[in-house]
């Protein structure tokens, strides 16, 4: 059989390039099972910690024949080491108050400041300087929270009781419910703290996400720097900035020690923000020490992480609903 001109020797090539694809392929195809097995193992851990948390959680209710509404409803959060129901006074509405007032407090602060701080770094700043205020906010976010409660106990707990707390105007709207400076506000401040470099850092990297063609655009059309930040820039990265806040609402409710530390530790279910509280954090680290096996304070602790767990997760699915209306809004 006559040979083609011209591909003597193109037999071998065609072959070896045949085999590199397919060898390829199946890398590939390893690659994509890891991928989504390791998907399948994170959703399994996910349910396998839920179901640890309500399977421990739940004999309260079976077992020790407690009320399942009195859990939800009782204003108070008392973990005595009792094993008759009729005595055992604890309900999860003071804890649930509490770290919805220390969650609001946290955001209200910590949302305009990061947000600032990241368009700054990312549309104003200079590069050095931009490098050196990210830096510093990634190493604020490694810093042990345990060291902002005693930052906060030290300096924030007497600055906000004599410039807020014994203030006329402040006792006479909100009262006179802080105990020596420590409450759900003072806890919230410094929450906001911890969770501004965080916002600070993702947020920022959405921003340096946008193609720069929309802000060279918006320039050609006249806009100025403000108008192109607010126009343009800020709801084509707002993907990323959604996420940014609902992390940070994610890691102000799971806060414990500065809550612990800050938040007064009343049990019941405080009013307004100025009043000393106590989150389901702050009370399961509290109560879990000193509970034994026989009475109802260790179930009911687990009852009370399944629930905080359940808020979390329903917390990250409005943050995936959100993001994919915005996605589709503005097509990222």
């Known amino acids: 059989m006559s040979r083609i001109p011209g591909t003597l020797g193109a037999e071998p090539s065609i072959r070896e390039s045949i085999q590199r694809r397919r060898s390829g392929w199946l890398w590939e195809s390893v690659a994509e099972r890891v991928i989504q097995l390791t998907a399948l193992l994170s959703l399994a851990l996910l349910l396998a910690i839920l179901v640890l948390l309500v399977s421990k959680g739940i004999t309260?209710?079976?077992?020790?024949?407690y009320s399942f509404w009195r859990f939800l409803w009782f204003g108070n959060a008392v973990t005595d080491n009792t094993t008759d129901p009729s005595k055992f006074d604890f309900g999860i509405r003071g804890p649930l108050v509490a770290t919805l007032w220390v969650t609001a407090v946290a955001i209200v602060i910590a949302v305009?400041?990061?947000?600032?701080?990241?368009i700054f770094i990312s549309e104003v700043a200079p590069p050095r300087v931009r490098i050196v205020i990210k830096s510093m906010?990634?190493?604020l976010a490694g810093v042990p929270t345990i060291i902002f409660g005693f930052v906060g106990l030290a300096l924030v707990v007497p600055w906000l009781q004599d410039n807020l707390y014994d203030r006329a105007f402040f006792t006479t709207i909100f009262g006179d419910g802080a105990a020596g400076g420590l409450?759900?506000?003072?806890?919230?401040?410094?929450?906001?703290?911890v969770t501004i470099p965080l916002i600070?850092?993702?947020?920022?990297?959405?921003?340096?996400?946008v193609p720069r063609d929309f802000k060279e655009n918006a320039y050609a059309l006249g806009a100025n720097k403000l108008q192109t930040i607010w126009f343009v820039m800020l709801p084509a990265a707002i993907s990323g900035i959604t996420a940014a806040i609902m992390l940070g609402i994610a890691r102000a409710i799971g806060e414990t020690m500065i809550v612990l530390i800050l938040g007064g530790g009343n049990s019941s279910v405080p009013m307004l923000p100025n009043e000393s509280m106590r989150t389901m954090t702050a009370t399961i680290a509290t109560g879990f020490g000193n509970a034994t096996d026989q009475s109802l304070v260790k179930p009911a602790l687990y009852m009370t992480g399944a629930v905080l767990f359940v808020i979390t997760l329903f917390t990250t699915l409005i943050a995936d609903f959100v993001l994919e209306r915005q996605r589709k809004k503005?097509?990222?």
């Open 60 to 65: 309260l209710f079976t077992d020790k024949d």
């Open 112 to 118: 305009p400041l990061a947000l600032a701080t990241a």
């Open 137 to 139: 906010a990634e190493l």
């Open 183 to 193: 409450s759900g506000f003072t806890a919230g401040l410094v929450v906001s703290f």
């Open 200 to 209: 600070v850092s993702i947020a920022d990297d959405a921003l340096q996400a």
């Open 330 to 332: 503005f097509a990222r």
